[in-house]
């Protein structure tokens, strides 16, 4: 995935090759391996309804939380430090009664939610145990924890040079993860292998930069083109190799401790 400070440029050079990579209706308006279905299903599993007071962590221009907001009717908080991916979150949210603040996670906001939300982001933080602690925190007795895990054994001195942005690629491996969960309070009751569809997905969207890759290098420059397509490159490998898997889960705090 690519670091942008000032999302506009990036967000309109490749959303054309973005749509296209997904099959009608399934693209949400930002850059992830997920399609709508399957963030309706994580945002099922993990019990989101009218009214439910949700925290979406690193949310970008919350192209999955102005979905769960329209379709399930949600109290939606979105938090991102980017200013420039709220500005356009704020922009395509128009009606919906979605919030956004600009924040740094950790440390969350000194309230309780029904739900939190991590959507392709957890793979950002080297200190997840310092993360989910806030994460457990945040959560009312009940409450849900539904995210996105990029699992394998961190990547090794010879794979780092590889992967451009590898100071925000940090995998984590699933029983080190279940350690994570249950040193917070949590305890995963729900997951689904995401690792094929999301390789086929990275596949497609690689295949649609270098289809475009033309015009979308005029608009960010070359050196981000590149970064571009050798980080789905990767993906494409790691995910089709069985290196890294690809998780959605819901973990759940106890309502009584």
């Not at 973005?18 to 399957?38: L, N």
């Not at 451009?164 to 940090?170: E, I, S």
Request: aromatic content about 6%.
């Amino acid at each position: 995935m690519v670091r942008q400070d000032s999302r506009a440029p990036f967000a309109a050079a490749l959303r054309q090759a973005r749509t296209a990579a997904y099959p009608p209706g399934e693209y949400v308006g930002q850059e992830s391996f997920m399609s709508t279905g399957e963030i309706l299903q994580l945002a099922n599993q993990a019990g989101i309804g009218p009214g439910s007071p949700v925290l979406d962590l690193c949310c970008g221009v919350a192209g999955p939380g102005r979905l769960i907001t329209a379709e399930l009717g949600c109290r939606y908080l979105g938090l991102d430090e980017s200013a420039s991916a709220l500005e356009i979150a704020r922009d395509l949210a128009g009606d919906l009664p979605c919030r956004f603040e600009q924040a740094h996670v950790p440390p969350l906001p000194d309230r309780r939610f029904e739900v939190v939300l991590l959507l392709e982001t957890m793979l950002a933080f080297p200190d997840k145990r310092s993360l989910v602690g806030e994460v457990a925190r945040a959560l009312e007795p009940g409450g849900r924890f539904a995210f996105t895990i990029e699992e394998g054994r961190p990547l090794t001195t010879s794979e780092r040079p590889r992967m451009p942005d590898a100071d925000t690629v940090w995998l984590i491996e699933l029983e080190k993860l279940s350690t994570v969960l249950s040193e917070a309070g949590l305890t995963a009751t729900w997951q689904r292998d995401c690792s094929a569809a999301h390789r086929a997905r990275a596949a497609a969207l690689l295949s649609s930069f270098q289809a475009d890759s033309a015009q979308i290098a005029s608009q960010i420059g070359s050196r981000a083109m590149t970064e571009l397509i050798s980080a789905h490159q990767l993906w494409c490998d790691w995910l089709g190799s069985g290196r890294v898997r690809k998780f959605a889960m819901v973990a759940h705090k106890p309502a009584y401790q």
